[in-house]
């Protein structure tokens, strides 16, 4: 069974410049997660989806940040326009949805901003 | 609003040696799971091993097993017989079994297995 998949895995882009991320969940999981992990820190929630529903965006930056899940499969988090601060590495995580599942995660997108 | 505590930010042993995290945390739920995840150089997350707080059987999975002391809020993580794959950040993590399912993440303890 194909893991989560993410892309870019790198990304290099100068400040006020927009970015995406993409993420291709584990086949069947319903349930998808946007983590920003800042260096040296553990990951923290951005958003998360069951289905298309957006149902916890609460720390999710909305001057900035934007996120779309169409059809309940693959994600897509934008930034426009990227600051310094967001330098971090973006993870997706995706699980089967059934509220006590573990959560399985991607590779991550290593963001710099310049 | 909760909280997990790693308190070791680096770790070293020899290979073959066992060695324990520590993980602490503070929640005034009942019913919770925790887990231990690693993340290599590679940057992906793995899970090593995961526990439901209504089960008082410490959980394990092969050379990793974990101390859950319930009353106290802690969950330690043990590694027997260590071996160089097992370099990587060891992340602590909560989550609350009804309500926002998402995971509250320690800062990390970065484990080196030496040769």
């Known amino acids: 069974e194909a893991g989560v998949v993410q892309s870019p895995r790198y990304k290099i882009i100068e400040k006020k410049q927009p970015v995406a991320f993409w993420c291709n969940p584990i086949?069947?999981?319903?349930?998808l997660y946007w983590y920003r992990q800042n260096l040296g820190q553990g990951p923290e929630l951005l958003i998360r989806?069951?289905?298309?529903?957006?149902?916890?965006d609460s720390q999710l930056p909305k001057d900035r940040f934007s996120a779309e899940r169409l059809k309940g499969v693959d994600s897509t988090l934008k930034i426009q326009p990227a600051e310094l601060g967001d330098s971090a590495v973006y993870l997706c995580?995706?699980?089967?949805?059934?509220?006590?599942?573990?959560?399985?995660f991607g590779p991550g997108t290593r963001l710099l901003v310049l | 609003a909760q909280t997990v505590t790693q308190s070791q930010p680096e770790m070293s042993v020899q290979e073959a040696e066992t060695v324990t995290l520590s993980c602490t945390y503070d929640?005034?739920?009942?019913?919770?799971?925790l887990f231990w995840y690693k993340q290599p150089p590679s940057r992906q997350m793995i899970l090593v091993i995961r526990?439901?707080?209504?089960?008082?059987q410490n959980a394990t999975e092969n050379r990793f097993s974990v101390n859950f002391q319930k009353a106290a809020k802690s969950f330690s993580l043990k590694i027997s017989d260590s071996q160089l794959g097992d370099t990587a950040m060891y992340f602590c993590?909560?989550?609350?079994?009804?309500?926002?399912?998402?995971?509250?993440f320690g800062q990390g303890t970065r484990l080196t297995i030496n040769p």
């Open positions: 995580a995706s699980s089967s949805g059934r509220g006590r599942e573990t959560q399985y």
């Open positions: 086949s069947g999981h319903n349930t």
């Open positions: 989806y069951e289905n298309e529903e957006a149902v916890d």
């Open positions: 929640t005034s739920e009942n019913n919770y799971y």
């Open positions: 526990q439901e707080a209504y089960k008082q």
């Open positions: 993590a909560f989550m609350k079994h009804r309500g926002a399912q998402k995971l509250v």
